[in-house]
RNA sequence: GCGCCCGUAGCUCAACUGGAUAGAGCAUCCGCCUUCUAAGCGGACGGCUGCAGGUUCAAGUCCUGCCGGGCGCGCCA
């Protein structure tokens, strides 16, 4: 339950009191209208701008209205003052018994804490990851991974229902290539062709991929068909050693996003939508709509290609819906362009009935954006709308110092390396401390250090904290029932320090920030929040070495301290809570 | 040239979709361990939010124009 939420219904029930009464005039917007805590906690405990939005249109002064309707909230149930500030604030003090109604929500929740009904079981589509089948994936992917994964998660616990997709880019000409680079590998198995001829292969680009992850391909085939592709024409093999090719590197991926804890739902091929007819199927629509149309394109400006000259194409009204220039489906070979599969894919999706569609790309897909928003319009008359999260670049570090990359030398750093290195948890966390569109460090000494400023750290030591206190508990209150839901139970209104109530009012948060993370489609916010409850929680342990009366477990208190540690479980509930949706294991020792 | 993203403390970054006096960490300086994990905590210092206009009760946030950085720009995916 978001606390602010509830707040803000019962501040609209009083607006539409003073509209009742006859104070305010009928139909106006509130939709702007927030409840939110403060910035500055001397202002209270919530605070709504109402007023200052509502009195104009209602031919008010703010500060006027504000101290009417402050008078009315004051009389609301759990508000111990309204009080009006600044420009026309009301700011609202809540009793203390309201706060601690939240800890025994959050204790008897467990980490279903802060699950909302917000989404309202409407269906969410989050495409993510999307890796082309033709190698291992970088680090660049498990950013993409992590952050689709993560974001899907936050929209179930929002109360969204979720599908994780991957769409397989398995037709065009980069399998085509992969194919080649595999049947090579193959003829290399076959002691067909040495290593020398390959490398010469490679160096004149004559075989696009040449990473070592193909050799057990090459070997597959071998053992598959033996000499039976070894002089036949392409034509004759380049089909099912692709096939072969693309499945074996499917195989791969999916292994590597096991490890790293990423799983999908729906998995659709590029190729399987080709030959089942469905682009064929979205472009005849499409043209039934008056929306696709041969023509010729304006060369980009001051760009001066050096090749181009004007020729017609088949294209997409794009510029329809907002993107800058119509696109082209068809190649001149005849065979559908990368974006005509996508649309079909896009249509897929709507027809399938979602009508709110996520898409997580790498930074280098943002010219790419546009002209799908314009194609999920199209497909949906407007009533479907693509979210695309652009994740920037990962640095990876070691000690500060870049790590160098690079495929011929061998030391390219794969997903799985870094998994393997520092561990999933690790990783997965480390990739939700910056916002998607900023770049973000991956230094691998500080991402294992034990230090305030490594953030992972820093969270899952308030965790193991919290959880050592309650081991502890239990030897200095020995047979007494600990239980979270026992501790929900107890008399926790003792717990009137305000460092206390301070930490109830961060855990008491989680709800709505889940709610308006879930919106902003912004993961990230999840782990500076995790951040700020560990910190409050590192802060008040260290205020009771100063002051004994702070302490968690006071053994001639055991009504003070079986209090204390229901806040001691709330942070560990809501730490895990977090942890949950980012897909990561709360320690609970630290070794 | 056009489009998208970004520009916030010396450094790395937040800022709850427009709210009040812009916040953390690192670095620097000063404090806190006979007591639940000091692998931590508290305090000080640090700002014309790139620049200039505009919108309004209110702008880091929205609009316009510049400056600077990244990405992209007809049959690659």
């Not at 598959?224 to 002089?231: G, H, I, K, L, W």
């Not at 249509?347 to 790309?361: C, S, Y």
């Not at 479907?384 to 652009?390: F, G, I, P, S």
């Not at 502890?472 to 926790?492: I, K, M, N």
Request: net charge negative; hydrophobic share 45%; glycine share 8%.
């Amino acid at each position: 339950m978001n606390i602010f939420a509830v707040y803000k219904d019962l501040v609209l029930a009083q607006v539409a009191a003073l509209v009742s009464e006859g104070s305010l005039p009928d139909g106006l917007d509130t939709g702007r209208l927030t409840v939110e805590p403060p910035r500055d906690p001397s202002h209270g405990d919530m605070a709504t701008n109402a007023a200052m939005v509502l009195a104009k249109p209602a031919g008010l002064k703010p500060r006027d209205l504000a101290e009417r309707l402050a008078a009315r909230l004051a009389t609301i149930s759990g508000v111990t003052a309204a009080e009006v500030a600044g420009p026309g604030f009301i700011n609202l003090r809540l009793s203390a018994a309201i706060w601690i109604g939240c800890l025994r929500d959050c204790l008897r929740a467990g980490p279903g804490y802060g699950d909302s009904r917000m989404g309202n079981r409407r269906k969410v589509n989050v495409e993510f990851v999307s890796a082309n089948p033709t190698g291992p994936m970088h680090v660049g992917h498990a950013r993409g991974a992590v952050v689709g994964d993560v974001l899907a998660a936050l929209l179930e616990k929002a109360g969204f229902r979720v599908t994780r997709e991957y769409y397989i880019n398995d037709a065009g000409a980069q399998v085509d290539a992969l194919a080649r680079a595999a049947h090579a590998r193959y003829l290399q198995a076959l002691g067909r062709l040495s290593d020398d001829d390959l490398a010469g292969m490679l160096a004149r680009k004559d075989l696009e991929y040449g990473g070592d992850y193909l050799v057990p391909v090459g070997q597959a085939l071998a053992e598959r068909v033996e000499d039976q592709y070894a002089d036949a024409p392409e034509a004759q093999w380049l089909e099912p050693v692709r096939d072969l090719a693309v499945e074996m590197m499917l195989d791969r991926i999916r292994d590597d996003l096991d490890a790293l804890g990423v799983r999908f739902d729906v998995f659709t091929s590029e190729r399987g939508l080709v030959a089942a007819g469905r682009v064929d199927g979205t472009l005849a629509w499409l043209e039934e709509q008056g929306l696709i149309y041969t023509g010729v394109l304006e060369p980009p400006k001051g760009k001066a290609p050096e090749d181009w000259e004007p020729r017609p194409q088949t294209l997409f009204r794009a510029t329809d819906y907002g993107d800058d220039v119509d696109r082209p489906v068809r190649k001149s070979d005849g065979s559908w362009t990368y974006f005509a599969g996508d649309m079909a894919y896009h249509r897929d999706k709507v027809e399938r009935g979602f009508e709110e569609l996520i898409n997580v790309f790498g930074a280098d897909h943002g010219g790419y954006v546009k002209r799908l928003q314009a194609v999920v319009k199209a497909v949906s008359d407007g009533r479907a709308t693509l979210d695309v999260k652009l994740c920037q670049l990962v640095k990876l570090l070691d000690r500060g110092e870049p790590v160098k990359m690079s495929k011929r030398a061998g030391t390219f750093v794969t997903l799985r390396d870094v998994v393997d290195r520092v561990g999933k948890d690790v990783v997965r966390f480390i990739m939700l401390t910056r916002k998607n569109d900023a770049s973000l460090d991956f230094d691998f000494a500080k991402v294992t250090e034990q230090s305030r400023d490594n953030p992972v750290w820093y969270v899952q030591y308030a965790h193991a904290r919290a959880c050592s206190v309650l081991r502890h508990a239990g030897e200095v209150f020995p047979g007494r029932d600990l239980s979270p839901a026992a501790l929900a139970d107890g008399p926790l209104e003792v717990l009137d320090a305000p460092e206390d109530l301070e930490v109830v009012r961060v855990l008491a948060g989680w709800p709505r920030l889940v709610e308006s993370a879930a919106e902003a489609h912004e993961p990230h916010r999840v782990a500076y929040y995790m951040a700020e409850v560990a910190g409050a929680f590192h802060g008040l342990w260290t205020k009771g070495k100063d002051d004994t009366e702070l302490r968690f477990l006071i053994p001639e208190d055991e009504t003070r301290s079986l209090a204390r540690l229901a806040l001691v479980q709330g942070v560990a509930t809501v730490i895990a809570s977090g942890l949950q949706v980012f897909g990561v294991q709360p320690v609970e020792e630290l070794r």
